[in-house]
């Protein structure tokens, strides 16, 4: 193994570093796609490799070697791959062509998946072909080019979907959260604000995903715009956390929508102002009130609590009162639906 070292007496470079793992995961993976192509052009001649072929009626074609060696990118890696070819092709008969590795495929699909993921994350282009040529290997194919078509295509994508109808999709319930992301030159975090939403049938569907200035009233405002002017009816309830520029847009645009607050993010905020010592038991009081049988004995559990906090704990006592109308809210609606609207979350609490 060649090694050299830099300036830094103590930090050694190594110019091609073989890991016996991965050189194993790629062996495997080769091997495994060639069988895999050998069982396609048995299968498509409908006889093993050394099985003669049956009468005219049933003949199909004959093996004829192999493409010319290419190199294909997959998640372990680059390897090496030959597809076999097919020759002497019955007139009507559809040609060989393999499903598994396309004519000119040079990476996965999934690993071409990759490139707008990362895009999100914060790599910016520039950095993408050292970042992913360290994660696949020196052969992978992964110029600059490459990287800007398909981020280009991915992005053409996603507008045509900020575009789409929306007007023969009757939405009941919606959930709406900032993501903060790690991303972006900016000192600033980035905040992705994410708009979910589920039909009469049940169905849930990603509505509005769109970069936002924090979570102001007026970022807010330019979602919710967005998703009426594509033709999103009013929702029956809109379910969120404790951010005030949503709740101030959520009003001016869906006037009939109700709101609820996220019990997950107000559970949040009420043990993050107690002492570790009280949490647990806290803890289990929160959960005795959301899960209380209606309305009056869920607001009768809270201010109980909130009394019992008051001169020892006064911070959590205010943090659970604040906003109390929107805190009951599912209440308004089937007790089936309740563990679902009453978060965020949207596997339900």
């Given at each position: ?196 939403g589920v039909d009469v049938s049940v ?108 001169g020892l704990f006064d911070k959590a ?33």
């Open positions: 193994m060649k090694r050299f070292y830099n300036e830094n007496l103590f930090t050694a470079t190594t110019s091609e570093v073989e890991d016996p793992l991965e050189a194993i995961v790629r062996r495997g993976a080769r091997m495994m796609l060639e069988q895999a192509l050998e069982q396609e052009v048995a299968e498509y001649l409908e006889r093993s490799r050394n099985q003669r072929a049956g009468s005219e009626e049933e003949f199909r074609g004959y093996r004829n070697g192999y493409s010319k060696e290419r190199n294909l990118t997959v998640g372990s890696g680059t390897i090496k791959v030959k597809v076999p070819r097919v020759r002497d092709v019955p007139s009507g008969q559809e040609e060989f062509e393999s499903r598994i590795v396309k004519p000119y495929q040079r990476r996965s699909d999934s690993l071409r998946d990759v490139f707008p993921k990362l895009f999100i994350e914060g790599l910016a282009t520039r950095d993408f072909e050292p970042a992913l040529r360290s994660l696949m290997g020196e052969s992978a194919g992964l110029s600059p080019s490459t990287i800007s078509r398909l981020n280009q295509k991915f992005r053409a994508e996603y507008e045509n979907w900020t575009r789409s109808s929306l007007s023969n999709l009757p939405i009941v319930y919606v959930w709406v959260d900032g993501i903060y992301l790690k991303a972006g030159l900016s000192d600033e975090r980035a905040c992705l604000l994410v708009v979910i169905k849930k569907h990603l509505l509005a995903m769109e970069e936002g200035y924090r979570e102001s009233k007026e970022s807010w405002l330019s979602v919710l715009r967005s998703l009426k002017g594509r033709g999103m009816n009013e929702p029956a309830l809109a379910t969120g956390d404790g951010a005030l520029g949503l709740w101030s847009a959520a009003s001016e645009v869906w006037k009939m929508t109700k709101q609820q607050r996220c019990w997950l993010h107000k559970v949040r905020n009420v043990l993050d102002k107690l002492p570790k010592r009280e949490r647990e038991q806290a803890a289990r009081s929160l959960r005795a009130i959301y899960l209380s049988r209606n309305r009056e004995e869920a607001r009768s559990k809270t201010l109980t609590l909130a009394r019992s906090w008051k006592a205010e943090c659970l009162l604040s906003d109390l109308d929107r805190m009951f809210c599912y209440y308004d609606f089937p007790i089936e639906h309740h563990k679902h609207i009453r978060t965020t979350n949207l596997r339900g609490r």
